[in-house]
Structure formats: C-alpha cells, structure tokens
C-alpha cells in the first residue's frame, strides 16, 4: 500500500503546473525541470529533479529533438533562466509590466544598436525684437582750406581775376548705442525644440534615463543680416520604461532651451513636456518594426508677438511615428523613422520628417567592466513642411536636409555619444550642431 500510495504522489507531482514546469523525455521519465519559485516542493538534493540556477542540483538535460513543447526554447547556455511559459505567467501573474532581460546592459539588449542622434532645432518665428544697435552719430565737422580756385572774367575790356578757397569739411562723430525695433526671424525656445521622435531614441523599446545636450552655432544667420551671432543650446532629460515583456513602452522628454544673442535676444526657457509611446510589432535580435505616438503638451514658455500683433500660437502637437532596425551584416545596421508632426492650432508648421541610420561596429565585446563598443554612425535627416513655408508668414518653416556625424561609445549599462550635424540646404538654420547624448539602461 506504501508503495502504491508514493508512486500516485510522484504522478501527480510530475503533472502539476504548481509542482513541475514541465518533463523532458530523455529515456529517463521521471526526470522533472522545476522553476526556482516551486524549491521547497523539488528538492535540489535529488537526482530526479534539475531547479535552474540552484547550486548543487544537476545541469539540465539537452532536450532530444522532438520533445520540445509549444513555444519553449530547448535548455541551452543562458536560456533556461529566460523561459516563458503560460506556467510562469500563471505564476509570476502575467505582469504587463515585465520588462526584457537587460543583464548585458546597452547595445547587447537583444542586439539593439545605439539611438540615432538627431537633428532639429525649433521653428522660425518672425516678431520685432529691440536690438541695441551701434550708430555713428555726427556731432559737427570741422573745415580747413585745402587749395584756391580762379575764375576769369571780362569786365569792360579788362580781365577779372576771382579767388575761391576750396573748403574740406571733415564730420566730428561719436559711437553711440541705440535700441532699434526691427523684424528678425529666430527659433521660439520652447516650440517643437527637441520633440522629433529620432531625437536620442530607437525605435526598440528601452528600460533607461537620458541626458541631451545640443550646441547650434549662428541660428538663422542666413535670414538676420546685420543682426549678429545667435547661439542656441538644449539640455534634454528624460526616462523610458518596457510594458510587455519589453514589446512595449512609454517614456517623458523635457527640454531646457537658452538663446544667446545681441541684446533682448537672451532668453532661457524650459520647454514642452513630450509623452512617447511605442509598440514593436516585430521585435527580434536582428529586426526591430514599430509605430507609436509623441504627444507635446504646450508646458513651456516663451512668449512672443508676432508681425501681426497676435501671440506666437503654442499648440499640442500630436507625432504619430513609425520606425524600423534591421540587421544587414553581422557588424553593420541601419536603423530609421518617419513621423507626422501636426499641430492642434493651424498657425503652426504640419512637418513630415524622414531619418535614416547607417552603424558600424568597429569593436564589440561582451566583457563586463570595460568597454563593449565603439560604434560610429551617419544619420540623413529630412524635414519637410506640408503648409508655411514662406518667409513671409509669421511662422514658417524651409525645407532641409541635415547630416550628423557621430561615434557611440557603449558601456555594459551605458552608451556615450558624441557628433556633429550640418544642415546641407540653404539657406541653412544653423551652421552647425555639436550633440552629446548620455543612456543608461536598468
């Protein structure tokens, strides 16, 4: 009866979703795989039973071809750890908000590639700005007698000599600083200033927070003659968390705008709060398809008045996205989005924008405390306004083609990214951006 009663117990722990995870068949039946959360039912000390990762229990079993079941990858290397089944998720409760294993840190996360750079600034606003201009002002002159001049006349038969001093009048002046009204064309600190989707990002969902920083060098020189160098420079602080096994994701980017130029035109502004959310499709070590949404919430600040005296509108801004990672050699990827960029207050520029990548990896290694790779990369940006696109209007945005060049350097929780974007239509926005990104991945 004793015998009869511990072979029924055996069955029945061999059957139970609680008890087992599931049995491979290798010839030896009773040899049951039980997850860690279920040790004090399978005892490591014996021999019939293997808990993954449990000091002092066996190494589980090859699986023979055949005996996998439905959606289980077979035990091997660093995989067992990893499995996913409806056992576990029974277990575990089905978190939606399990993220994807990220225990080699950025760039070896499912083989993701760094994020891409980016490129753009912020519209172009036409309002009148008080500039202190420098004058010559004239004060009065002085004169000197620099030579003679005759003139021979008849009078009655006799010749008339008359003498003229030539006079040279030289101006006294002074330098004087005044403030004059005029129209200039620059960027709104806080509107649509680092909103773009390609902006640090990839269209692989991320566990990380972020830091951005961009230089842009003589904004808008091209369309201020005689204005003077205006300097734009952009911090951007931001977080990203997984849904779904790491399928999904939402994240917030704040930008911090500083325009630096000749009199009024020195302003510091935090900018518009920014809600990205992604969901990849079709996520895989070697292919990444996903779309999402960027929604821009008009937080910032930065008033101004336009040529026709109403306010520089300030609307949400709605991006739906789409975005792709491919793969194409064992060191080689390209990465890319296009996004729509449409505004709630029809004043504002409706923006479709194109981004492409192209990285190499020059160097990549799983070793931990060192570096793990060094990545250079080349990003074609393209932005095209849909509606106000002449300099005319009040806001307006021009065509433009932007190249960035850069080098990623990846850390086993981090990536460091320097580059250099240069737009290449004219007349050009800025004549160039210095851009330095920091991630680190939890």
Same mark, same amino acid.
């Given at each position: 009866?004793?015998?009869?009663?511990?072979?029924?117990?055996?069955?029945?722990?061999?059957?139970?979703?609680?008890?087992?995870?599931?049995?491979?068949?290798?010839?030896?039946?009773?040899?049951?795989?039980?997850?860690?959360?279920?040790?004090?039912?399978?005892?490591?000390?014996?021999?019939?039973?293997?808990?993954? *990762?449990?000091?002092? @229990?066996?190494?589980?079993?090859?699986?023979?071809?055949?005996?996998?079941?439905?959606?289980?990858?077979?035990?091997?290397?660093?995989?067992?750890?990893?499995?996913?089944?409806?056992?576990?998720? $029974?277990?575990?409760?089905?978190?939606?908000?399990?993220?994807?294993?990220?225990?080699?840190?950025?760039g070896f996360n499912r083989s993701a590639a760094p994020n891409s750079f980016g490129?753009?600034?912020?519209?172009?606003?036409?309002?009148?700005?008080?500039?202190?201009?420098?004058? $010559?002002?004239?004060?009065?002159? $002085?004169?000197?007698?620099?030579?003679?001049?005759?003139?021979?006349?008849?009078?009655?038969?006799?010749?008339?000599?008359?003498? $003229?001093?030539?006079?040279?009048?030289?101006?006294?002046?002074?330098?004087?600083?005044?403030?004059?009204?005029?129209?200039?064309?620059?960027?709104?600190?806080?509107?649509?200033?680092?909103?773009?989707?390609?902006?640090?990002?990839?269209?692989?969902?991320?566990?990380?927070?972020?830091?951005?920083?961009?230089?842009?060098?003589?904004?808008?020189?091209?369309?201020?003659?005689?204005?003077?160098?205006?300097?734009?420079?952009?911090?951007?602080?931001?977080?990203?968390?997984?849904?779904?096994?790491?399928? +999904?994701?939402?994240?917030?980017?704040?930008?911090?705008?500083?325009?630096?130029?000749?009199?009024?035109? /020195?302003?510091?502004?935090? *900018? /518009?709060?920014?809600?990205?959310?992604?969901?990849?499709?079709?996520?895989?070590?070697?292919?990444?398809?996903?779309?999402?949404?960027?929604?821009?919430?008009?937080?910032?600040?930065?008033?101004?008045?336009?040529?026709?005296?109403?306010?520089?509108?300030?609307?949400?801004?709605?991006?739906?996205?789409?975005?792709?990672?491919?793969?194409?050699?064992?060191?080689?990827?390209?990465?890319?989005?296009?996004?729509?960029?449409?505004? @709630?207050?029809?004043?504002?520029?409706?923006?479709?924008?194109?981004?492409?990548?192209?990285?190499?990896?020059?160097?990549?290694?799983?070793?931990?405390?060192?570096?793990? *790779?060094?990545?250079? +990369?080349?990003?074609?940006?393209?932005?095209?306004?849909?509606?106000?696109?002449?300099?005319?209007?009040?806001?307006?945005?021009?065509?433009?083609?932007?190249?960035?060049?850069?080098?990623?350097?990846?850390?086993?929780?981090?990536?460091?990214?320097?580059?250099?974007?240069?737009?290449?239509?004219?007349?050009?926005?800025?004549?160039?951006?210095?851009?330095?990104?920091?991630?680190?991945?939890?």
């Amino acid at each position: 009866m004793v015998r009869i009663l511990l072979a029924a117990l055996t069955v029945a722990a061999s059957a139970s979703p609680l008890f087992a995870q599931r049995a491979v068949v290798l010839g030896t039946p009773s040899v049951v795989v039980c997850p860690p959360s279920v040790v004090p039912v399978c005892p490591p000390g014996n021999p019939s039973y293997v808990v993954p *990762g449990m000091p002092g @229990t066996p190494a589980a079993p090859s699986t023979l071809p055949g005996t996998e079941l439905p959606g289980q990858p077979p035990f091997a290397g660093e995989s067992a750890p990893n499995l996913t089944t409806p056992i576990q998720q $029974t277990l575990t409760g089905g978190n939606p908000f399990a993220q994807a294993d990220n225990s080699l840190g950025s760039g070896f996360n499912r083989s993701a590639a760094p994020n891409s750079f980016g490129d753009f600034g912020s519209l172009t606003y036409s309002r009148i700005e008080t500039i202190p201009v420098s004058r $010559t002002i004239v004060v009065g002159f $002085t004169e000197r007698q620099v030579g003679v001049t005759e003139t021979v006349t008849i009078v009655n038969n006799e010749k008339v000599v008359t003498r $003229t001093p030539i006079i040279e009048r030289t101006p006294v002046t002074r330098e004087e600083v005044v403030n004059e009204r005029r129209v200039v064309r620059l960027p709104l600190g806080s509107r649509y200033n680092g909103i773009k989707i390609s902006e640090n990002d990839n269209p692989r969902p991320q566990d990380r927070v972020y830091f951005g920083y961009n230089y842009f060098d003589g904004v808008n020189r091209a369309l201020n003659p005689g204005l003077g160098r205006v300097d734009m420079e952009r911090q951007t602080i931001g977080f990203e968390k997984t849904l779904l096994n790491g399928d +999904a994701s939402l994240g917030l980017r704040l930008p911090f705008v500083q325009l630096r130029g000749d009199g009024s035109i /020195d302003s510091s502004v935090i *900018g /518009d709060l920014s809600i990205i959310a992604k969901f990849a499709f079709l996520n895989t070590n070697e292919s990444v398809r996903a779309l999402g949404l960027v929604v821009t919430a008009p937080t910032g600040g930065g008033d101004a008045v336009l040529l026709d005296g109403f306010a520089a509108p300030h609307s949400t801004i709605l991006q739906p996205w789409v975005g792709f990672y491919e793969t194409l050699t064992p060191r080689l990827y390209a990465l890319g989005f296009s996004s729509l960029i449409v505004p @709630t207050d029809s004043r504002d520029v409706t923006l479709l924008s194109n981004s492409v990548t192209l990285g190499w990896w020059l160097t990549r290694s799983t070793h931990r405390g060192r570096v793990t *790779g060094i990545v250079p +990369a080349t990003e074609v940006h393209i932005n095209t306004p849909l509606n106000h696109r002449s300099i005319s209007n009040g806001v307006f945005l021009q065509d433009q083609v932007n190249l960035t060049n850069g080098l990623h350097i990846v850390l086993p929780r981090a990536t460091v990214a320097v580059g250099v974007n240069t737009p290449l239509v004219g007349p050009r926005p800025w004549n160039s951006e210095f851009v330095l990104t920091v991630n680190w991945n939890f």
